[in-house]
T-cell receptor, first 115, second 117 residues
Framework: AQKVTQAQTEISVVEKEDVTLDCVYE???????LFWYKQPPSGELVFLIR??????QNEISGRYSWNFQKSTSSFNFTITASQVVDSAVYFC????????????FGQGTRLTINP | GAVVSQHPSRVICKSGTSVKIECRSL??????MFWYRQFPKKSLMLMAT?????????EQGVEKDKFLINHASLTLSTLTVTSAHPEDSSFYIC?????????????FGPGTRLTVL
């Protein structure tokens, strides 16, 4: 069975600090996708990134970066120079490559950036 | 691109009434849409998979007669909560699957907050 674990329930940092959100997954599939979504207080889930299991290249998008390590089944998310607007709940998710495309979500990490 | 809307964003109803929530993919077609429920400070719980032109597939423990799903077109899925009770109060979120060369991605609607009095 697929499973996603976000061990950090809540993180609170001061603005401009760097912060890393951890995500560890379990799957028996050899082909799968990993995702990160952001849920601000408004409630809407905002898509941040999709990574397939064959692409272990790290990705950087502005202040956001993602570190995919297949050897440790981890897909960690780092925000550099955090800002108050980054405050949200962040979800890591996993889906199989074929079939119903269902997402298995982690429990989410509530990130608070204090001014 | 990849915008999903939900309507209404918020609804308050009396116990025993039915409530319909619409989910639309605005700039793409979606053969598959999903309906989730989210309790306060919790993760998303998948309720059902909505497939265009066929019956929805419900997750274990979700009553299909209670939560009616219709996916009549490639851009619209509806969730009807029938004979709503206070325990049905929750945040309901839909998603629509956009297919691309690199794979499929779920894009989420803004959610509907249902309060049953």
């Amino acid at each position: 069975a697929q499973k996603v674990t976000q061990a950090q329930t809540e993180i609170s940092v001061v603005e401009k600090e760097d912060v890393t959100l951890d995500c560890v997954y379990e799957t028996r599939d050899t082909t799968y996708y990993l995702f990160w979504y952001k849920q601000p207080p408004s409630g809407e889930l905002v898509f941040l990134i999709r990574r397939n299991s064959f692409d272990e290249q790290n990705e950087i998008s502005g202040r956001y970066s993602w570190n995919f390590q297949k050897s440790t089944s981890s897909f960690n998310f780092t925000i550099t120079a955090s800002q108050v607007v980054d405050s949200a709940v962040y979800f890591c998710a996993l889906s199989e490559a074929k079939g119903a495309q269902k997402l298995v979500f982690g429990q989410g990490t509530r990130l608070t950036i204090n001014p | 691109g990849a915008v999903v809307s939900q309507h209404p964003s918020r609804v308050i109803c009396k116990s025993g009434t039915s409530v319909k929530i619409e989910c639309r993919s605005l700039d793409f077609q979606a053969t598959t849409m999903f309906w989730y429920r989210q309790f306060p400070k919790k993760s998303l719980m998948l309720m059902a998979t909505s497939n265009e032109g066929s019956k929805a597939t419900y997750e274990q423990g979700v009553e299909k007669d209670k939560f009616l799903i219709n996916h009549a077109s490639l851009t619209l899925s509806t969730l009807t909560v029938t004979s709503a009770h206070p325990e049905d109060s929750s945040f309901y979120i839909c998603s629509a699957v956009a297919s691309g060369r690199a794979g499929d991605t779920q894009y989420f609607g803004p959610g509907t907050r249902l309060t049953v009095l």
